[in-house]
């Protein structure tokens, strides 16, 4: 496609309507009202592809909209209890609160729904003036003398020959003085960043997480407003990390959700399906009798946490929030942190505008976010990943705890900054060394297959497109992801995306919502994400 | 030629509605809302007919709350000229009602040709423009899968049970949309921004002396029943019994 | 009190979909007569006498009626209302068309694909394409549109009178010019009584059309398929039946080889039969099957289509 694009300018051109963009749009806005501001977002509208689970920290907020609390916003249900249990098959056993470090509480937290707090936020940036055009993907980075200049959004109405249709409608440059990425986790600009402009040299490479999330109608005698509750162990074996959270929201509303990392070995692991026996647990699955699944969504999660950022300022630009990723693992928060690194890279945005300055490298910027409450946040817990990735889960929490204890009370850790092992794509060993994990029926009341699940997510694809998910080298697929390893896509795609049928890989690309999962746990990074037609995707509602 | 579009502000197509375990109604809070995929159908329409040359003017109108501007301004992006909100925060607003507020806004606005969607797929009712033909004393042509402007005349292809029929009615008349009648556009981004800018009046049932209270009374609104497994059968002898005995065959 | 159904018809035959209208109008109370418009219908009349439970049929017959338009159909309809508590329908093209068009010239809001009638004045409809149930009570004079699937057809039992109305003069604004129907010899998948449709099991688009076409021509049903079918390019986009495809609600709804992802079930679930036959007796189409068939379909089809003789 070399039709040329129509073109606009603006100052700062923003790529996501997520927390991080939302807020770096608000900021820039609140410093520099005659600037103008531009985000698209590849969900059909602000928060159709937000999904979280969503325990916030404030703290985002505060420095944002100080005055929020007193306005109408989605954050309604304060934390009022916070259980953590340990499972195994039959039993839970709570972990007192005195052995957790203080930075893991949840006291004066809240928990919301991130897309309803990010429609609000996007009523707020457009009350500033901000232009928000969700619908609208960022589909490639427009790079001229080695920096950033802009983003084309995707074209429209090309059909699955890959010739356009007869609606086809060419994507526009958005040009602009900087271009702030907030695409949130594995975001495929982001992607393309970091390789241009070696942004992780640096930097360890990224881990990562699939988080699940269900939310259920439950009875009134089940729903405990500002109940929280995480848990770890079954039914996850201790090599694999991950746990699970649920959330009581107003409106007997409740959230439940699960987070596999993507580190595991064993191919034949379906992060779905524990998830799904997950809430036949005899502590759990109480809250869900006579209750109705609403909603169903998944998403990756960034957990490399310090170790990994990468640098964020490059040319032209910078990656905010999750892109550059900012979760904070033991506190499975990080939305706070991308509402602050939306605040400090538009304040540095903001002042380099100010002084007349386009399309340079925000040279300032990283040592600013290390340097403030983001890298504090996250420089505390930095080894509790890679414990947790070395002994399991049992052992590394118990040395972690320790860790983050060092931490906060003596301001240093005994073990210094632990590294990362291998990415996570690496990690899968050949099915020939594990055995098929028989996995439970579901009984389509508590437990559900996949399919009946992206039904309640909403997702949907113009039909007639390309598909959005590229294998690069079909032969390999078929040689490496399946003759070795038993092809593990078909059980970590959490939408059912993937099928071998006959030794032929099918790629049911109107299911895909947008995780990511492929892009990063393929054996051979053969996968590449890219956004589909804009507006395509889930229609998450209250994720 | 005029041609007047009447839009609804509906459920997103994509959404899973959820009803309310009251019983009140669809729960639309938080929930994508569109345009009404016929109404987009019945502006395409009007939109080619007005880059063909057979039209001077498309105006949208819509009947509904604040939010509907939304809608509005979704018309004006795809391309329509100007667009009218008859504004109101009634929660229900039947299709009766609605055609009279039509009739009046039709009135003063006097269309060659009214083209809208067959039906809204949040109500189902597929009732508005026959109603407004109706009363308006016009001739009209639902179902439309393809429209072909004569002299005074239109002639329309209908989708009907089993096949097709072609209709020629004398001008000014209404049409209502299918969806194989044509393919709507996207709305371009600079075309968005445009459409902040385009002419969007306002004016409301009272103003145009209708009276939109609903006639009939909703009592509830529940789930379906979900279909229950039935039988297996042994063998396709016994199929085929089975199915003379359901009286299916 | 009586109600009044407007017959649907081709000309020459009485279509079934009166005698499910019936049903419903049956439920309402009242004695019920049948209008038949419409040219040279004395044999649809007279098929309308035989229904059970009809005490009279009324037939206007007139050149201007032949097509059935809606413009005069409806000023027909309005000029004998006066006499009628309920105006009735079947939700046909034409009764869609046609009854609106009444129910605002009486000023009186219709109810729209009445599935079931739960008082003579309350009823419950389908909205959201089916997802959702509405329960309506109207008052006055009642204007209906009955959705067939929901009703089953009231049978022969009657002999009742036909009496000639007279026809008001056409306001000659819409004019017939042709119609076409379906090309194909199987009926538009949209509105068939059976629907036979296949999914990725049937391996190939020459197995697909191999195994499908001679149940469909034995049934006289319209082919539909699964999304995963399509996907394959064993059936055309414009037959999916599911959620992005085509709503179907048939009288009989054949699912072969399809395992009934809920995409598909959201485009069939209305069928008043279903019939399953896969070789997976754990697939979910089984879960909403009336009468499921476990085994090769290779076989089991063609037995099937032998065993229709």
């Known amino acids: 496609m070399t039709e040329p694009r129509e073109e606009m300018e603006f100052d700062v051109v923003i790529v996501g309507a997520g927390p991080a963009g939302l807020s770096a749009a608000i900021r820039l806005k609140q410093i520099s009202p005659d600037l103008s501001v531009l985000i698209v977002e590849k969900g059909a509208e602000v928060g159709s592809h937000v999904i979280s689970g969503a325990v916030i920290d404030p703290s985002g907020l505060d420095a944002l909209v100080p005055d929020w609390r007193e306005r109408e916003t989605p954050i309604k249900t304060a934390v009022t209890d916070d259980r953590f249990l340990w499972l195994t098959e039959k039993s839970a056993f709570p972990l007192p609160g005195f052995i957790m470090p203080p930075l893991m509480s949840n006291h004066g937290n809240y928990i919301v729904s991130l897309a309803n707090v990010c429609k609000w936020l996007a009523t707020e940036a457009e009350a500033l003036g901000v232009d928000i055009y969700p619908g609208f993907a960022g589909a490639e980075l427009l790079i001229e003398d080695g920096k950033v200049v802009g983003v084309a959004t995707g074209d429209m109405g090309i059909e699955k020959s890959g010739e356009p249709g007869p609606n086809f409608a060419r994507g526009m440059a958005l040009k602009g003085k900087y271009v702030l990425l907030a695409e949130g986790v594995r975001g495929s600009l982001t992607k393309r960043a970091i390789a241009e402009f070696g942004l992780a040299k640096e930097s360890d490479f990224q881990k990562y997480g699939i988080g699940f999330k269900e939310i259920w109608q439950v009875t009134d005698a089940n729903h405990k407003p500002g109940l929280v509750q995480h848990t770890l162990g079954w039914p996850l074996q201790d090599s694999v990390g991950g746990g699970s959270y649920i959330y009581h929201l107003e409106d007997n509303q409740v959230a439940i959700g699960f987070v596999v990392h993507l580190n595991y070995k064993n191919p034949y692991l379906s992060p779905f399906d524990e998830f799904q026996r997950l809430k036949t647990h005899p502590a759990i699955k109480g809250t869900f009798e006579g209750a109705k699944r609403l909603s169903y969504g998944a998403r990756a999660i960034s957990e490399g946490g310090y170790q990994s950022i990468p640098q964020l300022a490059f040319p032209g630009g910078a990656l905010v929030g999750d892109a550059a990723g900012f979760v904070n693992l033991p506190r499975i928060k990080g939305s706070h942190n991308a509402v602050l690194s939306g605040i400090v890279t538009a304040e540095h945005v903001a002042a380099a505008l100010a002084a007349g300055r386009s399309g340079d490298t925000l040279a300032d910027l990283d040592a600013a976010l290390r340097a403030g409450p983001i890298g504090k946040d996250l420089h505390k817990v930095r080894n509790v990943k890679p414990l947790l990735s070395r002994f399991g889960t049992l052992l590394g929490m118990g040395l972690a705890g320790f860790d983050m204890w060092c931490n906060t009370l003596l301001g240093a850790s005994l073990f210094g900054t632990l590294r990362h092992g291998k990415p996570d794509y690496a990690t899968l060993e050949p099915a020939a060394q594990h055995q098929p994990i028989d996995y439970p029926k579901r009984d389509g009341v508590l437990t559900f297959d996949r399919l009946s699940s992206v039904f309640i997510s909403g997702t949907n694809h113009e039909e007639n497109q390309p598909p959005h998910l590229h294998v690069a080298d079909l032969a390999l697929q078929k040689s490496s992801e399946l003759d070795i390893f038993a092809g593990p896509s078909t059980r970590y795609c959490p939408a059912g995306v993937y099928e071998w049928v006959d030794g032929s890989y099918v790629i049911n690309a109107q299911n895909c919502v947008h995780c990511k999962t492929c892009d990063i746990k393929d054996p051979n990074q053969n996968i590449d994400w890219v956004p589909p037609e804009g507006g395509g995707g889930p229609n998450y509602i209250n994720m | ?249 | 009190m009586t109600t009044l159904i407007l017959a649907e018809h081709d000309g020459k035959t009485l279509n079934e979909a009166t005698a499910k209208a019936l049903t419903a109008a049956k439920a309402l109370g009242a004695p019920v007569h049948i209008l038949v418009a419409g040219h040279s219908i004395s044999a649809v009349a007279a098929a309308a006498t035989r229904l059970d439970g009809v005490a009279k049929v009324l037939s206007a017959d007139a050149e201007s009626l032949a097509h059935q338009l809606a413009e005069p159909l409806a000023a027909l309809v309005v000029s004998l209302a006066g006499g009628y508590d309920a105006i009735v329908a079947a939700a046909t093209s034409t009764g869609k068309n046609t009854l609106p068009r009444v129910a605002a010239l009486l000023d009186v809001m219709q109810v729209s694909e009445v599935s079931k009638v739960l008082a003579p004045d309350t009823f419950e409809r389908p909205i959201y394409a089916g997802n959702a149930i509405e329960t309506v009570q109207a008052t006055g004079k009642l204007v209906l549109t009955i959705r067939i699937s929901a009703f089953t057809a009231t049978g022969e039992g009657a002999n009742a009178q036909v009496e000639t109305v007279s026809v008001p003069a056409d306001p000659g604004t819409s004019q017939w010019l042709g119609a076409e129907l379906s090309a194909s010899v199987r009926p538009e998948l949209a509105g068939a009584r059976v629907v036979v449709s296949g999914g990725r099991a049937l391996g190939s688009a020459e197995q697909f059309e191999a195994v499908l076409a001679p149940l469909a021509d034995k049934l006289n049903a319209a082919i539909g398929a699964s999304r995963a079918a399509v996907d394959a390019g064993y059936a055309a986009n414009d037959m999916q039946v599911g959620q992005t495809g085509k709503v179907v609600a048939p009288e009989l709804y054949i699912a072969i080889g399809i395992s009934g992802a809920i995409q598909h079930l959201a485009g069939m679930k209305d069928s008043r039969i279903v019939v399953a036959i896969n070789k997976d007796a754990d697939a979910p189409i089984f879960q909403v099957a009336d009468f499921g068939l476990v085994g090769d379909l290779f076989t089991l089809v063609p037995e099937l289509v032998k065993a229709l003789d």
């Open chain 2, 1 to 249: 030629m005029k041609i007047l579009v009447p839009v609804k502000r509906v459920v997103d197509a994509n959404v899973k509605i959820r009803v309310k375990p009251d019983g009140s109604g669809v729960d639309t809070a938080n929930v994508k809302m569109s345009m009404n995929p016929f109404d987009e159908n019945a502006l395409e329409e009007a939109l080619r007919l007005r880059e063909a040359g057979t039209a001077t003017e498309v105006v949208i109108v819509t009947v509904g709350s604040e939010k509907s501007a939304e809608t509005l301004r979704a018309g004006l992006a795809m391309g329509a000229d100007r667009a009218i909100h008859v504004k109101t925060e009634a929660p229900r607003i039947e299709p009766l009602a609605v055609a009279k507020v039509l009739k009046a806004v039709i009135a003063s606005e006097a269309p060659d040709l009214v083209i809208l969607g067959k039906q809204a797929i949040d109500d189902d009712n597929n009732q508005t423009g026959q109603m407004l033909s109706a009363l308006l004393g016009w001739p009209q042509a639902t179902f439309a899968s393809k429209i072909v402007i004569g002299a005074g005349t239109i002639d329309v292809t209908r989708e009907v049970d089993g096949g097709h029929e072609t209709l020629r009615l004398a001008l000014p008349a209404l049409v209502t949309a299918d969806l194989r009648l044509n393919e709507p556009r996207y709305a371009s981004l600079p075309n968005i921004m445009k459409a902040k800018k385009k002419p969007l009046d306002e004016t409301s049932p009272e103003t145009l002396g209708v009276d939109i209270a609903p006639r009939l009374t909703v009592l509830k609104t529940t789930e379906p029943a979900g279909r229950t497994a039935g039988i297996i059968v042994a063998s396709a002898e016994e199929l085929a019994a089975k199915l003379k005995q359901a009286g299916v065959l």
